[in-house]
C-alpha cells in the first residue's frame, strides 16, 4: 500500500493522548532554579533608578540581574542575518525602556513563586518621555528617534515595481483611491515561551531545552551573543504546545536565562505566564497600504500604487525582523492578475509597543489588501467581484508572469474560483441574498483568492533559493529500521508521520519500519527556519526522499551484487529485497542491513557499507507550479440587533500539489482559517494613548472557541498528482486568505447601508457602526 | 498542610503549601505533567481534569481543595495498555496537532460522556466545548472526534444530528 496520499494515523499521537509527551515546562532538572523576570509598567521613559536591595535579600533569592549587570555580561544583540537598521540594545533595557513589557530586571530563586514574589521588591524610579505609538509620530521628522543611535524612527524603506506604472494610469477610465489597515494581532500558541538552560562548568557545555521552531537558528544566534563556542552549545527540542512563527524567534529572556545558568552553574528554567506572553512575546500584523487602482469602467486592472507602512514595534524579531517582510509584500500584491503597471514603497518604522514577529503568513497584507481592492472596484463598477476576478486572472499559462516577474506557470486561481463558487452555490446564494433582504436580514457572500510561494517557481530555487535548499539524514540502521534526521522542528504539524510517509514508501518498508529525528542540534542539519515558512511539505519531504534513496541504491547495490542480478531488478516490498517478479527469492533488508554493520568486509567489492546519505537537496526533481494558492468563499449573516457576524458556510478550494496526508493537510487548512476568522472579528492586541497595553488576559484578548468556527468545508486541487516531489506548502494559506474573504462577505452583507471595509477588524460595534446603526 | 487523595486509582498523603494550586501539585508533586498550564487564570481549560466526577480547572483550585477527593488526569485513561475510546477517537478522527490543550478537551468530553447527557445536536457539543481553547485544529476534528467517541460508547442511535460531522 502506498503511504502518501492515506490518513495515516499519526505517530505522535499515543504519546499526547496518555499525558506523555514532552513540553518544555514538563522538563525538571536536579537543583533547577527559576527565572522571573521585572517590566516596565510604562511605554517609554528613561530609568533614573533602580534598588535591588530588597530582592536580593528576599527569601530563596540566588541572583538579581540588571541591565546594568548584563551590559558587563552579555554582547550586544546583534542579528545573525542582515536587516535594516537595528538599534544597539542588550538581554535587558540599560538605560531606557521601549515599550509595555520590556524587560528591566530578572530574578533567579529556588521557585518560580519566590522569583516572583522577589521581583515586586525591586524598586525602580522612571521618568516618563513621549511614547511614539502611530505611523504619523514614526514618521513625523520632528519627532526625535527612540534609540539615540539610530538616525530616525524609519528602520528600513524599499521600492518595487514592474511594467509601465504611469502608463497604466494614462489609460485609466479612473482610478480608484483607498487606505487599508490592518490591526495588531498575536500568534498565541496554547504553550506559552519558555526553556531550561543547563551550564556544565567542567565541559563548559550550555544545553538548552528549548519550544523553539528552529534549534539551530537558536543556538547560532545564542552562541553569537553569548560569546560561547558553537560547538558547546546544544539545542534540544521535544513537544511544543503551538507557535504559527512566533517560536521562530529568539527572544532576549533565553539569553538571559543562558547567561543566569552560565554564572550560577545550576540549571534555570523561564516558563513565561499568559499575561507575560500576550504583553511581551510578539505581535504581528500591524501595517497599513495606501492603494490607487487604475481601472477601465469594464472592470480591467491597469495599474497599481501602494505604500505600505509596518510597525515594529520597539525591537528587531531575531532572526527575521519586520524590515526582511516588505519584500514578500510588495513582490505578491499585484497576485495573480494581469496588471500592466505596478510600484510599491515600503517603510519599516519603530515604536513603543511590542516587538513584530512572523505571524503564519507574515505577508498576508497583500492578500487582504488585494482582494479588498478588486472588491472594492467591483463595488465602484457596479460589477459582480467573482466577474472582475475572472476577467484580470493570469491564466497560469506557460508565459505568465506576475507584473513583479516570477513565473506563474501551472497556478490554478481561476479554476479554484470556479470550483468554490460552485460548492457553494453562488447563483443560488445571490437569490437567497435577494429574498433575505427583502425580509429585513443581512446576508453576504464574500470569497479572495491567493497564491503563495511554497516553494515557488523555478527562478526563486535556483540553488535552493534564499536558504539554500534542505538537508536531511537518512540512514538505515543494523536491523532494518530506517532513520531519517530533519532540519525540521515540528510542533504540531505531524513531521514525524508525513516524513515518514515519504521514506516507506520511498524504501518499501512499513511505517513503522521508519522514525524521524528532530530537535536535537548534536545530530540534526543546520537550518535557520527549522519549521515555518510552509518548507516542510516540499523542501523537507525532498531532502527526506532524495536520502532514501541514496541509501536504497545503495542497499540494492549489495543486495545485487550477492545475488548475481542487476539492482534494477531488485526492487523492496515490505522490507523485503526482492527480484522482480521472483518473491521466492527475496533477501530481508534487515539481513543486508545487518551485514553491513557488522561485517563491512565481507561486502561484495565496489559496494558501500555505509548505509546513511546526507545530500542537500537543491530542488531537483520538484514538480508543478511552485505555487500553493486557492480561493475561499463563505456565507455571512449579519444581527443587525448585535452586530454578531454569523458565518453560514465557509468553503475552501486549496491546490497544494499532491497531498501526503489529508488528514493533517485539513488540519493545517482549517487551524489557519480559525486563526482567520479570530483576526477579523475577536482578536487585537490592543493599547491605549498612552501605550498601555489593553489586552493581557484571554478575557480581553479573545481566541475563537469551538462555537465561533464554523464547519469548514474543503476541497483539494491536486494539480501535477504524479509529481515525485510535487508536495507543496500548506501551513500558511489558510490564515493568508481567510481575512480576505470574511471581510469581503461582511461588506457584501452591509452593502445596502453603503458600508466599505477599509479596516480589518470587525467586531459588533464596528459592525454596527459601518450599517449606520450606531 | 496534609493532603490525601486519590489521583488516578493511586493513593497519596503529601505535605503542600496553602496556595499550591492542583495543576501544580499534580504536574511538580506528583510529576503528572499530562495536565497542562495555559492561561492560569480560568480561561483555556487546558488543564481540565476530574475531580469527583466533575470537570474542574486545576489552576483555580487548591490542592488542599482536593483533600480526600478522588482526581483523575489524562495519564490516567489508559488501561492496561488500551487506549480509552475517546483517546482512539481522537487518534482516529486527527483531533489535535500540537496536543498541548489535547488533555483538557479529553477530560472535558470524558466528563460529558460520564455523565451520560449527549449533546442533541452539534451545535450543543460545540458549546459544551467552548470551555475549551484549542489554537491549531479550528475545532472540527475535536468535535468529530467527540462525537466519534460518543458513538462508539453509548451506540448510534444518538446525536443524529451530528452524524454528518464525523464522516
Known sequence: ?774 | MQVELIVNGSSYKAPVEPQRTLADFLRDDLRLTGTHLGCEHGVCGACTVIVDGQAVRSCLMLAVQADGSEVMTIEGLEKDGKLHPLQEAFRDCHSFQCGFCTPGFVMTALALLQEGTVPASEEELREELSGNLCRCTGYQSIVEGVTEAIRRTTGTASISAIDGGAA
Not at chain 1, 517582510?325 to 505578491?332: C, G, K, Q, S, V
Not at chain 1, 516577474?405 to 460552485?422: C, F, K, M
Not at chain 1, 537543491?618 to 444581527?639: K, N, P, Q, Y
Request: charged share 20%; net charge negative.
Open chain 1, 1 to 774: 500500500m502506498r503511504l502518501v496520499g492515506a490518513n495515516v494515523p499519526r505517530v505522535e499521537d499515543r504519546r499526547i493522548l496518555t499525558g506523555r509527551g514532552h513540553y518544555v515546562d514538563d522538563i525538571a532538572l536536579p537543583h533547577m532554579l527559576h527565572a522571573a523576570f521585572l517590566r516596565s509598567p510604562l511605554a517609554h521613559a528613561r530609568i533614573t533608578g533602580l534598588d535591588a536591595t530588597g530582592a536580593r535579600q528576599a527569601p530563596g533569592v540566588i541572583a538579581v540581574y540588571t541591565g546594568d549587570d548584563m551590559k558587563v555580561i552579555s554582547k550586544v544583540i546583534r542579528p545573525v542575518i542582515e536587516m535594516g537598521v537595528t538599534p544597539e540594545y542588550y538581554p535587558l533595557v540599560t538605560d531606557k525602556v521601549f515599550f509595555v513589557g520590556d524587560l528591566v530586571a530578572m530574578v533567579v530563586a529556588e521557585s518560580r513563586q519566590q522569583a516572583e514574589d522577589a521581583c515586586e521588591l525591586i524598586e525602580v524610579d522612571y521618568d516618563p518621555l513621549p511614547p511614539v505609538l502611530t505611523y504619523e509620530t514614526a514618521l513625523d521628522p520632528a519627532v526625535a528617534p527612540l534609540f539615540g543611535d539610530l538616525d530616525s524612527n524609519v528602520l528600513s524603506t524599499s521600492h518595487v515595481e514592474g511594467g509601465d506604472v504611469e502608463a497604466a494610469f494614462a489609460e485609466a477610465d479612473r482610478v480608484i483611491e483607498v487606505e487599508l489597515s490592518q490591526h495588531r494581532i498575536a500568534n498565541v500558541p496554547m504553550e506559552t515561551r519558555g526553556l531550561v538552560a543547563d551550564y556544565d562548568d567542567g565541559s563548559g557545555q550550555l544545553t538548552v531545552h528549548a519550544a523553539t521552531q528552529s534549534p539551530q537558528g537558536l543556538r547560532l544566534q545564542l552562541a553569537t551573543t553569548l560569546g560561547h563556542p558553537l560547538d558547546k552549545v546544544l539545542v534540544l527540542t521535544q513537544d511544543v504546545g503551538g507557535a504559527f512563527g512566533l517560536k521562530g524567534n529568539i527572544f532576549r529572556e533565553d539569553f538571559c536565562t543562558c547567561i543566569a545558568t552560565k554564572q550560577i552553574g545550576r540549571p534555570v528554567k523561564w516558563i513565561e505566564d499568559r499575561n507575560e506572553h500576550l504583553l511581551a512575546s510578539g505581535h504581528a500584523r500591524e501595517e497599513k497600504i495606501s492603494a490607487q487602482v487604475a481601472v477601465t469602467d469594464a472592470g480591467d486592472i491597469l495599474g497599481l500604487k501602494a505604500e505600505l507602512t509596518m510597525d515594529q514595534g520597539a525591537y528587531p524579531g531575531l532572526p527575521f525582523g519586520a524590515s526582511v517582510f516588505p519584500a514578500f509584500i510588495t513582490l505578491l500584491l499585484p497576485g495573480p492578475y494581469k496588471v500592466k503597471g505596478y510600484s510599491c514603497d515600503a517603510k519599516v518604522v519603530t515604536t513603543n509597543k511590542c516587538t513584530y514577529v512572523a505571524y503564519r503568513g507574515p505577508w498576508a497584507m497583500e492578500t487582504w489588501t488585494r482582494e479588498r481592492l478588486i472588491d472594492i472596484v467591483a463595488h465602484e463598477l457596479g460589477l459582480d467581484p467573482a466577474e472582475v476576478r475572472r476577467r484580470n486572472f493570469l491564466e497560469g499559462a506557460e508565459e505568465d508572469r506576475l507584473i513583479t516577474g516570477l513565473s506563474v506557470s501551472g497556478i490554478t486561481s481561476r479554476y479554484t474560483l470556479d470550483r468554490a463558487l460552485e460548492l457553494i452555490d453562488y447563483v443560488q446564494v445571490r437569490k437567497d441574498q435577494q429574498v433575505a433582504r427583502d425580509a429585513g436580514r443581512c446576508v453576504g457572500v464574500g470569497f479572495a483568492t491567493f497564491i503563495e510561494a511554497a516553494p515557488g517557481p523555478p527562478e526563486m530555487r535556483i540553488g535552493g533559493g534564499m536558504f539554500g535548499g534542505e538537508q536531511a539524514k537518512v540512514r538505515l540502521e543494523a536491523d532494518g529500521q530506517v532513520t531519517v534526521i530533519t532540519a525540521q522542528s515540528p510542533h504540531g504539524q505531524g513531521h514525524e508521520t508525513t516524513l515518514a510517509q515519504v521514506v516507506a514508501d520511498e524504501m518499501g518498508v512499513a511505517m513503522d519500519q521508519v522514525r524521524v529525528v528532530h530537535g536535537d542540534t548534536r545530530l540534526t542539519p543546520f537550518s535557520v527556519v527549522g519549521t515555518g515558512g510552509s518548507r516542510a511539505a516540499t523542501w523537507a519531504s525532498g531532502a527526506a526522499l532524495i536520502n532514501a534513496r541514496k541509501v536504497k541504491e545503495k542497499v540494492l547495490a549489495i543486495a545485487a551484487a550477492q545475488l548475481e542480478i542487476a539492482s534494477e531488478d531488485l526492487e523492496i516490498l515490505d522490507g523485503m529485497i526482492t527480484p522482480k517478479g521472483v518473491p521466492s527469492k527475496a533477501v530481508p533488508l534487515a539481513q543486508i542491513a545487518m551485514q553491513a554493520t557488522l561485517s563491512p568486509t565481507l561486502l561484495p567489492p565496489g559496494t558501500d557499507a555505509n548505509l546513511e546519505a546526507n545530500e542537500r537537496f537543491l530542488g531537483e526533481g520538484i514538480t508543478g507550479s511552485g505555487w500553493s494558492g486557492g480561493t475561499h468563499a463563505c456565507v455571512v449573516e449579519v444581527d443587525l440587533g448585535t452586530g454578531a457576524v454569523k458565518i453560514v458556510r465557509y468553503v475552501v478550494v486549496e491546490d497544494c500539489g499532491r497531498v501526503i496526508n489529508p488528514a493533517i493537510v485539513d488540519g493545517q487548512v482549517r487551524g489557519g482559517v480559525a486563526q482567520g476568522i479570530g483576526q477579523v472579528l475577536y482578536e487585537r492586541a490592543a493599547y491605549d494613548d498612552e501605550g498601555n497595553f489593553l489586552a493581557g488576559t484571554f478575557m480581553d484578548y479573545l481566541l475563537p472557541t469551538a462555537a465561533e468556527i464554523p464547519t469548514i468545508e474543503i476541497e483539494h486541487v491536486e494539480s501535477d498528482p504524479d509529481g515525485e516531489i510535487g508536495f507543496r506548502g500548506v501551513g500558511e494559506g489558510g490564515m493568508i486568505v481567510a481575512p480576505a474573504a470574511l471581510t469581503n462577505a461582511i461588506e457584501d452583507a452591509l452593502l445596502p447601508f453603503g458600508a466599505k471595509v477599509t479596516e480589518q477588524y470587525l467586531p459588533p460595534a464596528k459592525v454596527l457602526k459601518l450599517a449606520g446603526i450606531i
